[in-house]
């Protein structure tokens, strides 16, 4: 067991974010606090699933999406590092990112990687202007965790695909232009990861039906999403047909390394710990110490994980490691402020403070969900141990 824990560890090389990268941080800052000005804490709550388009199209007019894609493209032509900074900064304050999210992080990457000439020079430079959205169509109503028996199907057709099916949990389909899709191209589900594509499908075509799905907090953040003899053209398709398993691998390790993972109760902390104030009693004090020691190492291994982006390896382990453990801090703060408050009945908490953990406490089941249960991360990392 030790020697496995060697490993593991060694799997996270201390990583340094560069100057160049720390140096853009004051401006991000100043910017989102300006933008921020009066929006109240439970709204900013939301962080990286609060939708505003404006905010993205105001961001991005300061070059800020796009940030690794190249200046060709609309790219800022900078490097993981300089992503990581921007997206903490945006995280910490409880920016509204949810409308330029996913095209940012994951679909402008995978189009650079796998997209045709014609698919880069048209996706990239809308998404680095903050006016093209994505949402990920992975999930399906009986393929989940068990993503390998997507059911939704892309036929060829003269001149192009038909696709059928239904996707189910997309966040944000219903104000997303583009959805990039997982699906079956060969084969039937029980041929598993053989046959499956990705395409990318314009949701304003015909025979696409999207209804938004409430969740218990009152809002809609996600939809299900059905294709009735959606007709698409031969360039809808991305990368290679059949390869969809390994494409979607390769970015499931941007979805699930990010500091997103650990700061999706980040506000909540920073209005108790301001509460708290300079003289915090002691069971109090211990607890904020203990989410900061657990918090510090987390980032440390977000940061590793960049790095390992940057140099083009695809760590799907470590970041499955990183989110499981992440997110159950971020699902431990709610909870354990909650139970702090409630010892100390004579202390009048702030509303906002209430209404902010009100709102996490509603939502907080949902962070080891999103993006792939605990329960199947921890079957990747017992395998990426050699455990299983
Ligand atoms: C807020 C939110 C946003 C989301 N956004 C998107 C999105 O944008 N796009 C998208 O495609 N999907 C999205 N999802 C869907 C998400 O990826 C799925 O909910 C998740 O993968 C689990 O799938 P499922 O809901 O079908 O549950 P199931 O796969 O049915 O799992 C149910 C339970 O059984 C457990 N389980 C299943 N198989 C095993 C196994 N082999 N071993 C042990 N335990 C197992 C699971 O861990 C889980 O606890 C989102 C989900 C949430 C909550």
């Keep these: 067991m030790a020697t496995t824990l060697t490993l593991t560890i060694h799997n996270f090389p201390p990583t340094v974010i560069p100057a160049h990268a720390e140096g853009l941080?004051?401006?991000?800052?100043?910017?989102?606090?300006?933008?921020?000005?009066?929006?109240?804490?439970?709204?900013?709550?939301?962080?990286?699933?609060g939708f505003d388009a404006a905010f993205s199209k105001a961001f991005a007019d300061r070059g800020w999406i796009g940030l690794t894609l190249p200046k060709e493209y609309g790219g800022a032509g900078l490097d993981a590092f300089s992503r990581f900074v921007v997206v903490e900064e945006l995280l910490a304050a409880g920016a509204p990112v949810a409308a330029h999210w996913i095209g940012d992080r994951q679909s402008a990457p995978l189009i650079l990687h796998y997209g045709t000439d014609a698919q880069r020079a048209f996706f990239l430079p809308q998404i680095c202007r903050g006016e093209l959205f994505f949402c990920i169509g992975m999930s399906e109503p009986n393929s989940g965790s068990d993503l390998a028996s997507v059911r939704t199907r892309a036929d060829r057709v003269e001149g192009g695909w038909k696709i059928n099916g239904q996707k189910i949990w997309t966040t944000y389909a219903h104000q997303s232009h583009y959805m990039i899709a997982l699906?079956?191209?060969?084969?039937?589900?029980?041929d598993r990861q053989k046959g499956l594509s990705q395409f990318l499908i314009d949701l304003s075509l015909p025979g696409v039906t999207i209804n938004p799905i409430t969740m218990g907090t009152g809002d809609s953040d996600f939809s299900e999403v059905f294709f009735d003899d959606v007709m698409l053209?031969?360039?809808?398709?991305?990368?290679?047909?059949?390869?969809?398993?390994q494409q979607v691998n390769a970015e499931l390790a941007f979805?699930?390394?990010?500091?997103?993972r650990i700061y999706s109760s980040l506000v909540l902390l920073d209005l108790w710990a301001n509460m708290l104030g300079d003289d915090p009693d002691p069971a109090d004090a211990a607890r904020l110490g203990k989410f900061v020691a657990r918090l510090a190492?987390?980032?440390?291994?977000?940061?590793a994980i960049t790095g390992l982006l940057a140099q083009g390896q695809s760590p799907l382990n470590e970041a499955a490691l990183f989110k499981d453990l992440g997110t159950e801090v971020e699902q431990q703060i709610p909870a354990e402020i909650a139970d702090a408050i409630a010892a100390r009945p004579d202390k009048v908490a702030d509303p906002d403070l209430l209404r902010t953990l009100a709102f996490l406490m509603q939502l907080n089941h949902v962070f080891s969900l999103?993006?792939?249960?605990?329960e199947?991360?921890?079957?990747?990392?017992?395998?990426?141990?050699?455990?299983?």
Excluded: C, Y
């Design 25 to 49: 941080r004051a401006e991000v800052k100043a910017f989102i606090t300006h933008q921020l000005e009066g929006v109240p804490p439970q709204t900013r709550a939301k962080t990286w699933t």
């Design 183 to 190: 699906v079956r191209t060969s084969g039937t589900s029980e």
């Design 233 to 245: 053209g031969e360039d809808a398709l991305v990368g290679i047909e059949g390869n969809g398993w």
């Design 255 to 260: 979805e699930r390394s990010g500091p997103e």
């Design 297 to 303: 190492p987390l980032r440390e291994m977000s940061v």
């Design 370 to 374: 999103r993006g792939g249960t605990r």
């Design 376 to 388: 199947i991360l921890r079957g990747m990392i017992a395998r990426g141990l050699g455990l299983r």
